[in-house]
């Protein structure tokens, strides 16, 4: 591997200047790529950043893209925890995002395919939701922590009987909840001119910071990332860590998924969240988190939600469909990651030296085990 | 290439997984001829048939079983194998290419989808998950791009490869007493060869040894001398190539290229894969179990549809179910060897 000598970039970073400093900024080249996003969207489109109020409610270009963003922020952020503290992504997310949609829109209509009112609390329907998705990242969890399997390899079950499974909680159909109270998670709340998604994304980023930054959390997923058997031999369950990560991966995935179903109001299990496990990987490795693992930015996940959210609407602005997205979205993660990999920094670095222990690269997990 | 004469085996614990499928294969088949005997599981069509809607399943697979012995995967087989039968019904039918014309470039997608996916995971060294991913994201994308509306084939050549019916000398009876030929597509033909192929490769050729020698163990491959990138990038080229040969003989059973084609087929061929014996961490891998993994993959989804009142969501979740139980099997199983230390693994 070709890392450079700690101390040597210490001192390079303690002679650097003010702009090598910002360059060398871990948030640097996630920001450059927003702003370039944005700068198309500008061009494309002039009155991007313009807001105006109407019927009490914020309307704009650049609104929509904060609301919109708001399931991949609240997903990129499970997903950077998964991707920290395994090394691996949780791939299932989509299709727990079906589930849990699926769950919640079953027991509010009780059976039924359309409802004009409750038949069970929203609380207890929520929370059901919540833990049938958490239940699903306990199980992705376990094969990944405790059976130490390839965590896509892992979570590649959910992701393809996920949707399955939430096709049989609805029976095959799609569950029309038609209350406006369900309808206020993928809303607004009266009086309040910003979206309601976007609080849930707040809350979310809010909550999860301050558990790193008041708790060991962070301490303890980037112990289990860099290296999980030195981190087994300082006495700390890297195992048990992974596991958690990957119930709030889960968890954040079902808040998602409620959030989502809550906009159309009903459980399509074939198209909620279709996609967005994509999406959401993309999200953390734009953020400038290595997806091997180790050291992560949350903050960096979520400019790289917004950065992906701005792309899809150029992209939709420029008239291309839906099943269209994915060829670009495939190319950025390409170029992304082929501009992270190892091999192409060592190039980079010194393009002379041929790099001997380059020649075979092992991804940690295969040297672990 | 060299062949290499067998050596004797010693193969404690994969010749048990392959048994645990193929005994799998023979209960879940028996309980069908039991179960459902009046609707025609007993026949030998009835097991013929599991090949012919298969046989691009069984070429696809063999491809991903030759990546995952490296310790690798391939996600983009499914997409591929949409992309390949749009492009091919995109020229056959709108710009009038010849069937010939279709095969190759169908076969030149796959080898190009292997080469760029190649190159990414051994000379660049990125995850062989997430370059798939991407792969596999960038081929249903680019089958949109073809056509978002459904093409039918209607090429008369293709259309008499497709339903070229080759008779078998045994067959059944029906009910007016007249004797019907077991009957078998081209396809069967060629998927078999394939599988055959694959197998000398992987048993009898320094590459194939290569291959099993790097998933054991990558460090020791390359301080053995073998040149450890050259061959990971084989491996995906050949799994890439196998794919577009896999999506020809899906198109020739289905005749029509659509954006939502071949949708989940991926997982089908992990878990084909998986369940054939295949271990994960690499090292370990028979396509004899993964032809076995197919068939069982087949036997369920012929039980479901015969069975009738179940819906098809049940074939995606009992293959999960099964992939799953095979997954923990495979890591109880190399589990105990860490601990046991045997170090004899692989075949």
Known sequence: ?369 | MRIIPLQRKNLSDTTFLLLVTIGLFAAMYAAGMIIFTNQGFAKPQMFLNLFITNASLIVISCGLTVVMITGGIDISVGSVTALVCMVAAYMMEKQGASVYAAVSVSLGIGLAFGLAQGFLVSYLGIQPFIVTLAGMFFGRGMTAVISKEMISIKNEVFLAWANYKIDLPFGTTNKKGVFQHAYIYPTVIAALVILILVIILLKRTKFGRALYAIGGNQQSALMMGLNVRRTRFFAYVLSGFLAGLGGFLFCLNSAAGFVEQARGLEMDAVSSSVIGGTLLSGGVGNPIGTLFGVLIKGTISSLITTQGSLSSWWVRIALSALLCFFIVLQSVITSRKRKTKSGSSGP
Do not use: W
Not at chain 1, 42 to 68: M, Q
């Open chain 1, 1 to 369: 591997m070709s890392k450079q000598n700690p101390d040597k970039d210490l001192s390079a970073r303690a002679g650097a200047s003010g702009i090598q400093k910002v360059l060398r900024h871990r948030l640097f080249f996630p920001l450059l790529c927003l702003a370039l996003v944005l700068l198309a969207n500008v061009a494309k489109t002039p009155n991007f950043f313009a807001v105006s109020i109407n019927n009490g409610v914020l309307y704009g270009y650049i609104v929509d893209v904060v609301n919109r963003a708001s399931e991949l922020v609240i997903l990129a952020i499970g997903m950077t925890l998964a991707t920290a503290a395994s090394g691996g992504q949780d791939i299932s997310v989509g299709a727990v995002m079906a589930v849990s949609a699926a769950v919640c829109c079953q027991i509010l209509s009780g059976g039924e395919v359309s409802v004009t009112s409750f038949q069970n609390p929203l609380v207890l329907a929520v929370s059901a939701s919540l833990a049938a998705s958490a239940l699903c990242g306990a199980f992705n969890g376990f094969l990944v922590a405790r059976l130490r399997i390839q965590p896509m390899v892992a979570t590649l079950i959910l992701f393809t009987a996920g949707r399955g499974v939430a096709q049989l909680i609805t029976a095959g159909q799609i569950t029309y909840i038609r209350v406006s109270a369900y309808k206020t998670a993928g809303g607004y709340i009266p009086g309040v001119p910003i979206p309601v998604p976007i609080f849930f994304a707040i809350g979310t980023a809010v909550i999860v910071a301050l558990l790193l930054r008041f708790t060991a959390l962070r301490l303890f997923v980037e112990a289990a990332g860099v290296n999980s058997s030195a981190a087994r031999l300082v006495g700390l369950g890297s195992a048990r860590v992974v596991f958690v990560t990957y119930v709030i991966c889960g968890f954040l995935a079902g808040l998602a998924g409620f959030v989502a179903s809550s906009r159309i109001y009903s459980a399509d299990a074939n198209n909620i969240g279709l996609y967005l496990e994509m999406d959401a990987i993309l999200a953390v490795a734009l953020g400038g988190n290595i997806l091997g693992g180790g050291r992560f930015s949350l903050a960096g996940s979520v400019i790289g939600a917004f950065t992906i959210q701005s792309l899809s609407t150029t992209l939709y602005a420029m008239n291309i469909s839906a099943d269209q997205l994915p060829v670009y979205k495939a190319a950025a993660v390409i170029a992304i990651i082929t501009l992270q990999s190892d091999v192409f920094r060592g190039f980079i670095r010194n393009p002379r030296i041929k790099n001997i222990t380059g020649s075979i690269v092992f991804s940690k997990k295969e040297t672990q085990t």
